[in-house]
């Protein structure tokens, strides 16, 4: 043992770890050179689709499987999501809309399904972001879808029967709550801004807490965040990004109901997407009203033993009281089981649509 040892037992860690640094740094730049050279090749004989969703699905599965540990799977996934939307943003970088303004839940989603080297673009509304990407102006978009308190997000749900985009992917994201305000205590709150679903993610604390105050709904968080850091006497709820982007305090952290509260996104696009080996399929049908209907529509599911893991209706806008069912199942659609249970679903359906399918949300 040499005196420096015995004087800094960290001395030795350090020196390995400046080691280790080293040699990641250099097989870093080795995998970007070689990702870039892919991407060069396939601008040369005329392919554009430098992102490839189930070719990242594949490889952050495979990278979650091998790990050894004592890194979480989930952190070596976002570690290798972010080292591939480098690599990627030096071949061609992806140009995202998602729901705005800055500082949503949908940006956090954002960054974690195409990591931070995405070009990010906030969109005012769901409707234009389906708008913008079918036009081609965005490469994806991404659209919140549901909420495991609040339940289905309809302005999304309501976009896909007149639209030509498909689901390409899905993300989830744990949504915590936060109380932000530049006042200092509780007592001086007398306005609370946020979104709908915020306040009612939220709502025993804030009855709890704030019994008094006013609360007022905004369009998003990231708006009642900004409306919050004008105004005295005003506080907002929203989520660690919205803080970051418009610096304001956090006086309460996590403060919804349900601390198991999560958010789906989906990622929309103009093209289909290839199977990954582990996918999910979204089927968008309607029929004519008769004894039995919703039966008739999903029994090739259990015919074909296809697993179905979300249905929701919603109103049809072609005739009154009748609805379109939006149908999750495992599987992608060129599978041939898959593909006999979506025939068989299609002949007793007066509409059909297969919105996509895409790689399962790894984490």
Same mark, same amino acid.
């Given at each position: 043992?040499?005196?420096?040892?015995?004087?800094?037992?960290?001395?030795?860690?350090?020196?390995?770890?400046?080691?280790?640094?080293?040699?990641?740094?250099?097989?870093?730049?080795?995998?970007?050179?070689?990702?870039?050279?892919?991407?060069?090749?396939?601008?040369?004989?005329?392919?554009?689709?430098?992102?490839?969703?189930?070719?990242?699905?594949?490889?952050?599965?495979?990278?979650?499987?091998?790990?050894?540990?004592?890194?979480?799977?989930?952190?070596?996934?976002?570690?290798?999501?972010?080292?591939?939307? @480098?690599?990627?943003?030096?071949?061609?970088?992806?140009?995202?809309?998602?729901?705005?303004?800055?500082?949503?839940?949908?940006?956090?989603?954002?960054?974690?399904?195409?990591?931070?080297?995405?070009?990010?673009?906030?969109?005012?509304?769901?409707?234009?972001?389906?708008?913008?990407?079918?036009?081609?102006?965005?490469?994806?978009?991404?659209?919140?879808?549901?909420?495991?308190?609040?339940?289905?997000?309809?302005?999304?749900?309501?976009?896909?029967?007149?639209?030509?985009?498909?689901?390409?992917?899905?993300?989830?994201?744990?949504?915590?709550?936060?109380?932000?305000?530049?006042?200092?205590?509780?007592?001086?709150?007398?306005?609370?801004?946020?979104?709908?679903?915020?306040?009612?993610?939220?709502?025993?604390?804030?009855?709890?807490?704030?019994?008094?105050?006013?609360?007022?709904?905004?369009?998003?968080?990231?708006?009642? @965040?900004?409306?919050?850091?004008?105004?005295?006497?005003?506080?907002?709820?929203?989520?660690?990004?919205?803080?970051?982007?418009?610096?304001?305090?956090?006086?309460?952290?996590?403060?919804?109901?349900?601390?198991?509260?999560?958010?789906?996104?989906?990622?929309?696009?103009?093209?289909?997407?290839?199977?990954?080996?582990?996918?999910?399929?979204?089927?968008? @049908?309607?029929?004519?009203?008769?004894?039995?209907?919703?039966?008739?529509?999903?029994?090739?599911?259990?015919?074909?033993?296809?697993?179905?893991?979300?249905?929701?209706?919603?109103?049809?806008?072609?005739?009154?009281?009748?609805? @379109?069912?939006?149908?999750?199942?495992?599987?992608?659609?060129?599978?041939?089981?898959?593909?006999?249970?979506?025939?068989?679903?299609?002949?007793?359906?007066?509409?059909?649509?297969?919105?996509?399918?895409?790689?399962?949300?790894?984490?």
């Amino acid at each position: 043992m040499t005196n420096e040892t015995q004087q800094n037992p960290l001395a030795p860690h350090r020196e390995a770890i400046d080691k280790i640094d080293s040699e990641i740094l250099r097989l870093l730049n080795e995998r970007a050179i070689e990702a870039k050279a892919i991407g060069d090749i396939k601008i040369a004989s005329g392919d554009t689709e430098m992102y490839r969703p189930e070719r990242e699905a594949q490889v952050l599965a495979n990278k979650m499987k091998a790990n050894p540990g004592p890194i979480p799977d989930t952190d070596i996934a976002r570690l290798f999501r972010e080292i591939m939307s @480098v690599c990627l943003s030096l071949e061609k970088p992806l140009n995202i809309g998602y729901l705005g303004p800055e500082g949503t839940f949908t940006e956090e989603a954002t960054i974690k399904h195409f990591g931070g080297s995405a070009l990010r673009t906030p969109i005012r509304t769901i409707d234009e972001i389906f708008h913008a990407v079918e036009s081609g102006k965005y490469d994806f978009g991404v659209v919140p879808i549901e909420n495991s308190t609040e339940g289905a997000v309809n302005q999304t749900l309501d976009c896909f029967p007149s639209s030509n985009v498909y689901i390409c992917g899905e993300t989830e994201l744990k949504i915590h709550q936060n109380l932000m305000s530049n006042e200092t205590d509780l007592k001086a709150i007398k306005t609370l801004y946020a979104h709908p679903q915020s306040l009612a993610q939220c709502r025993s604390w804030i009855d709890e807490h704030l019994p008094h105050v006013e609360q007022i709904a905004t369009n998003s968080n990231a708006g009642a @965040v900004e409306r919050a850091t004008k105004e005295a006497g005003t506080a907002a709820l929203g989520g660690k990004q919205a803080a970051e982007v418009y610096n304001i305090p956090i006086l309460e952290k996590n403060i919804e109901d349900n601390l198991t509260n999560s958010t789906r996104f989906l990622i929309i696009g103009s093209k289909r997407i290839p199977a990954s080996g582990s996918d999910k399929t979204t089927i968008l @049908v309607s029929a004519n009203d008769r004894p039995g209907l919703l039966l008739h529509l999903i029994a090739p599911l259990s015919k074909y033993n296809i697993t179905m893991t979300r249905i929701e209706s919603r109103p049809s806008k072609n005739s009154n009281w009748s609805y @379109v069912f939006f149908i999750d199942v495992l599987g992608h659609y060129e599978e041939h089981g898959l593909q006999l249970a979506l025939k068989e679903i299609e002949e007793v359906s007066s509409f059909f649509k297969v919105l996509g399918s895409y790689p399962v949300a790894l984490y």
